[in-house]
């Protein structure tokens, strides 16, 4: 069996001067077969996807291409213990 290396989170900044709001991190929806539709951003850490660097980056590519605020924020992948 392969071990997967599911350790990274998706997290968000927000981009505007002067703005001191928390980050928020990506939690990932899963069809009833386990696929990929979506990622919405949640302010717990706790609740957050632990996925692998390709699962993380394809949460970063849906949610550039899909959310019309996305250019707003700063998304980057970070290690669990960040």
Request: charged share 30%; net charge positive.
């Amino acid at each position: 069996m392969e071990n997967l290396d599911q350790r990274y989170l998706v997290q968000q900044n927000k981009i505007a001067e002067g703005d001191s709001k928390p980050p928020v991190f990506a939690k990932v929806m899963r069809g009833k077969d386990g696929s990929f539709e979506g990622v919405s951003f949640i302010k717990n850490k706790d609740k957050a996807t632990v996925m692998t660097v390709a699962e993380a980056q394809q949460a970063i590519d849906w949610s550039t291409s899909k959310k019309p605020n996305a250019r707003d924020y700063s998304t980057r992948i970070i290690c669990l213990g960040q």
